[in-house]
């Protein structure tokens, strides 16, 4: 019930969401206040998804709605496209309800794993996969956007070069979001994963997905950046790093990786597009580092990282 004793009510936006603004609407919408968002794939047209999120109708009048118009609006400029159309389609609560977990199903990623949201069991067709339960609606990250999927998979492959176990790795998870990624990797056999994000939203996902999978012993969680990820790993740089993060911030990370991820140890970078990969590529060969493209979906790319000390 709202303070005025009517049963809440809810708006659904819905916006035809080029590939190029995906991350950036992932990103965005959270630190707006807007957790309950979901991608649905659209078979007609694979490149172009939709996004749906779900806003409680009291706190998004039209003066709001439309101000969230104006502030979305510049997040298409750097890619010199329009800002699609906001479609608003008011829902009442049993629909809300019904309609964001639809949204949410079972997802086998890669070979091994299932990324499973929090109120289902695994279905009898994967019952022999490795489950992470992800309790969405908080942070950036349940498997379905591709960058996040790269990882995965990157990941179940690195297991596999291994004999089908990370095990005795420690891991670094810089820029967690709902922490899927760490996850993964324990639940791939590795021995820790330390995880920080900027994001504090972000950092409690992690925690409580963590406690959800009985895997908040291994995993340790705080908020910041790469110095705090620094201090979580006790100056012991980790043997694999994940971070999945837009090009930019990969560069400006560059030098510092060092602290992060120690020499001989791997890391898998995602968050760029294709097209960024070679800028990218140039930035890291500069701090030391050997990159490169190792697998791409749709737009996206996963890139390898070595210390070229390593490679050499
Ligand atoms: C694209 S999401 C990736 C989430 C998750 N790791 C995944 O793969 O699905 C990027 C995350 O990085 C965080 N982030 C952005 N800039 C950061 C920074 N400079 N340091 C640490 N985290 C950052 C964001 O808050 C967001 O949760």
Same mark, same amino acid.
């Given at each position: 019930m709202d303070s005025r004793g009517a049963p809440p009510s809810w708006w659904r936006l819905e916006l035809v969401c080029p590939p190029e603004l995906e991350e950036s609407l992932l990103w965005k919408l959270p630190i707006l206040g807007i957790r309950r968002v979901a991608l649905q794939h659209r078979p007609e047209a694979p490149e172009q998804r939709r996004l749906l999120a779900w806003l409680p109708a009291c706190d998004w009048p039209e003066i709001q709605r439309s101000e969230l118009a104006a502030t979305l609006a510049p997040l298409a400029e750097p890619f010199g496209l329009p800002f699609p159309e906001l479609q608003w389609h008011h829902q009442e609560e049993e629909d809300w309800n019904l309609s964001w977990k639809q949204h949410w199903q079972a997802d086998p990623v890669g070979e091994r794993l299932l990324v499973l949201p929090a109120w289902l069991e695994p279905p009898e067709e994967h019952a022999d996969r490795l489950v992470i339960r992800m309790d969405p609606g +908080?942070?950036? &990250? /349940? &498997? +379905?956007h591709p960058t996040t999927r790269l990882c995965l998979e990157a990941l179940e492959q690195m297991a596999a070069g291994r004999g089908g176990s990370l095990a005795g790795l420690r891991v670094a998870d810089l &820029?967690? &979001? /709902?922490?899927v990624l760490g996850l993964a990797a324990l639940r791939l056999g590795a021995a820790s994963v330390a995880a920080v994000d900027t994001d504090a939203v972000a950092v409690r996902a992690t925690a409580e997905n963590a406690c959800l999978n009985g895997l908040d012993g291994p995993l340790q969680v705080a908020l910041g950046s790469l110095e705090v990820l620094e201090e979580l790993l006790e100056a012991r740089p980790a043997d694999l790093l994940l971070c999945n993060i837009l090009a930019p911030v990969l560069e400006a990370f560059a030098p510092g990786f060092t602290r992060v991820l120690a020499p001989g140890g791997e890391g898998l970078l995602s968050g760029l597009l294709v097209a960024q990969a070679p800028r990218l590529e140039g930035a890291l060969a500069a701090a030391g580092w050997t990159a490169a493209l190792a697998a791409r979906e749709e737009r996206w790319g996963l890139m390898t990282l070595r210390a070229t000390a390593d490679v050499a």
């Open positions: +908080s942070a950036f &990250g /349940t &498997g +379905s &820029g967690c &979001g /709902t922490g």
